[in-house]
């Protein structure tokens, strides 16, 4: 790929939902999210040290470090070398850009799996599966310089450069129409002892795409409605949740923007959806999932999608706000992101089935997301796809796994083949 689009100077403001993510993040709620390929060989360093210098020399928006200004933060060139080591911390944690040279992604590898973490700030989880894609190409092709590899082009020869930098949230916030908003109701939260600080446990069930799909359609569901349902569920048995029939329990789920608008960005361009079950008497699966399949219905709407959108960027443009110095702002944006996480239980992210080239296939045995934990949101999780295999991943703070246990018991009990892998004795 010709690396038409490096810049020598990059300068670029922060799109509508990075604001948001640099001013809420610290130490308990990190917005710091890992994707993960793992090879059917060992890593070698040094080919992966000069794949991801590569990498950023073709994607300058991941080449950047973040600074202050007196109303909102920025990004511009970072000239440092990246950092890539062996991993030997939990996954998620905050990035120290000090000790990080001001990047704003982390790479470390550990036996045979690359991992790419990722502040929120710079891209979600499609930009971020973009890069990762493209460096894993760039490091199979130094690995394998006698074959000649497919690339996993990032970028579309029909746009322009500009579009891969664009806010597509100010882009197209003009096509939404004003409709009344609501305030989300305190939902159910999950309590209980917690692990050491710094500490996280992955639980991650990897099992056949097909015989989950098989599943979800014997229902009349999507992939994503069926796992909802059975998260859901089983955050209520798995939990003291049948103690709190006034509280729904709510999964937040993010959404794509890239494909209701028009969009070839690398930065952030998701919304999501807030599904919300009452559990005020037992509910069978099927209850469940009928009542997750209606809201995804009637929330996965354009309709229904524009006015946050909306919401979110003219709040940004107003001018009493814009001018309110950076510190008042992120004060004010904490609060209201601490109010929005009352309304959420849990959050599940699904980035869908990972394509690639035919012949970097082989080298290739599966992709894992991880989605980092907040103070409020002590557990989540992260499904992806790859050659016919489903990777969900538990990301969680709480001693007890009963959740998870429920979550995978049932898969078990439908006839699912689920193989359990942990990072945690």
């Not at 493209?134 to 450069?161: G, I, K, M, Q």
């Not at 079950?277 to 996965?300: C, M, N, P």
């Not at 709040?315 to 702002?329: C, D, Q, T, V, Y």
């Amino acid at each position: 790929m010709e690396n038409r689009n490096y810049r020598e100077f990059y300068w670029k403001r922060l799109d509508n939902a990075a604001k948001g993510f640099s001013a809420i993040s610290d130490k308990n709620n990190t917005n710091v999210f890992r994707l993960s390929v793992k090879l059917k060989q060992p890593v070698e360093p040094s080919a992966l040290q000069e794949a991801v210098e590569r990498t950023l020399s073709e994607i300058p928006s991941f080449n950047v470090k973040q600074h202050k200004g007196l109303f909102w933060h920025y990004f511009e060139s970072n000239f440092s070398k990246p950092i890539v080591q062996e991993e030997k911390t939990f996954p998620c944690l905050r990035i120290d850009r000090s000790a990080n040279n001001g990047f704003l992604f982390r790479t470390s590898y550990f036996g045979s799996k690359i991992n790419l973490e990722v502040f929120h700030a710079l891209t979600d989880g499609t930009g971020a599966l973009m890069f990762l894609k493209r460096l894993l190409y760039n490091y199979l092709s130094l690995l394998h310089p006698e074959e000649t590899l497919s690339e996993c082009a990032v970028f579309d020869s029909t746009c322009h450069p500009n579009e891969y930098d664009e806010d597509s949230f100010l882009k197209n916030y003009s096509c939404a129409q004003d409709k009344e908003g609501h305030t989300a109701q305190p939902a159910y939260r999950l309590r209980g002892p917690r692990l050491e600080k710094k500490v996280t446990r992955v639980l991650t069930g990897v099992m056949p795409v097909k015989q989950v799909s098989a599943r979800a359609k014997a229902f009349g569901a999507t992939i994503t409605e069926y796992l909802s349902a059975v998260l859901l569920r089983s955050i209520y048995l798995g939990s003291n949740a049948s103690g709190k029939k006034d509280r729904p329990v709510v999964l937040c789920i993010p959404v794509n923007l890239r494909s209701f608008y028009p969009s070839h960005t690398l930065s952030n361009f998701f919304s999501y959806l807030n599904i919300g079950v009452r559990f005020e008497k037992e509910l069978s699966f099927e209850q469940v999932l009928e009542q997750v399949h209606a809201e995804f219905e009637r929330q996965l709407r354009r309709e229904e999608i524009e006015p946050k959108l909306r919401y979110n960027v003219e709040a940004e443009s107003n001018l009493a706000i814009r001018f309110i110095p950076l510190a008042l702002k992120k004060l004010g944006l904490k609060l209201i992101h601490r109010r929005g996480e009352r309304g959420q239980s849990c959050a599940l992210s699904n980035l869908g089935i990972v394509d690639l080239p035919e012949d970097l296939r082989p080298f290739v045995e599966r992709f894992d997301v991880l989605v980092s934990i907040s103070s409020l949101k002590p557990l989540k999780a992260g499904v992806i796809s790859f050659g016919g295999k489903m990777s969900f991943s538990f990301t969680s703070a709480l001693v007890s796994t009963d959740i998870q246990q429920y979550f995978f018991s049932f898969l078990s009990q439908e006839g699912i083949e689920v193989e359990i892998v942990s990072n945690y004795i």
